[in-house]
């Protein structure tokens, strides 16, 4: 049979799609956002306090991070920001839909209980999924 390769014919291998599964398990992007005294939590600092950096053994972002792998696989963790710091998932691995739940699911619930409790926040925790356009991440 004669090579297809340079025909317009066999040229399906040179399209491409919009994908998270390259060769990998499909991933999801998040963001972590928390509260404590009314007050968003910088993750860039040491502690609650708003004193130090990040980098920091123990700082919020480092308990964060150590409290979320006990729900999700992560593939990705950003650099943290004065609001928060996004990360990469595998899908397949998202569990805690609910508190006391052990069901993949697109709400956390019981990641977001364990951050709260690792860094001490005194209101809240909110896991929110992130769009991925071509210029980059957005709040979906």
Known sequence: MASLVGSTTARNF?????????????????KVEAVHS???VDFTKANLA???????AASPFAKAVLALQ???ELYYIATP????????VAVDTA???AVGSN???STFGA??????????????VTITALAVASDGLSIA
């Open 111 to 124: 990641a977001e209980a364990a951050i709260k409790a690792a860094i001490g926040a005194d209101t809240s």
């Open 70 to 72: 006990g729900f999700v």
């Open 14 to 30: 040179e399209k491409a799609l919009e994908s998270s599964i390259l060769g990998t398990r499909q991933l999801a992007f998040y």
């Open 103 to 105: 069901v993949d699911g």
């Open 50 to 56: 708003g004193t130090g950096a990040y980098t920091t």
């Open 95 to 97: 569990n805690g839909a």
């Open 81 to 88: 920001g004065t609001a928060g710091f996004s990360f990469a």
């Open 38 to 40: 009314a007050a968003a």
